[in-house]
């Protein structure tokens, strides 16, 4: 399982541990990645997603998935994200 968020696509970092004495080596800065399930409100289901804890932040402030993901890139999305974006357009779409 790779450690990239589902909606935003925000991966691994890699920097520097600096010791006191100035002494570098490399290290891994890892996201905050979370399982969590988000219902969409337009298709009446929830779906599973394993996302950051600064995504689940942002998909609350933008008012929930269905309007997360109508501004959500298509090249940050996963695939499984990806087939959830097209079913809500798809719902959302004779309204």
Known sequence: MSRVCE????GVMTGNNV???KNRTRRRF???????????????RSFK???AASTLRTVDHRGGLDA??????????????LK??????KAQAPA
Do not use: Y
């Open 7 to 10: 909606l935003s696509g925000k």
């Open 19 to 21: 010791s006191h004495a």
């Open 30 to 44: 890892l996201p905050n990645l979370n399982d969590v399930t988000l219902a969409s409100e337009v298709l009446g």
């Open 49 to 51: 997603f394993r996302i």
């Open 68 to 81: 997360f993901m109508a501004k959500a890139k298509d090249a940050d999305l996963s695939v499984t994200a």
């Open 84 to 89: 959830v974006k097209k079913d809500i357009e």
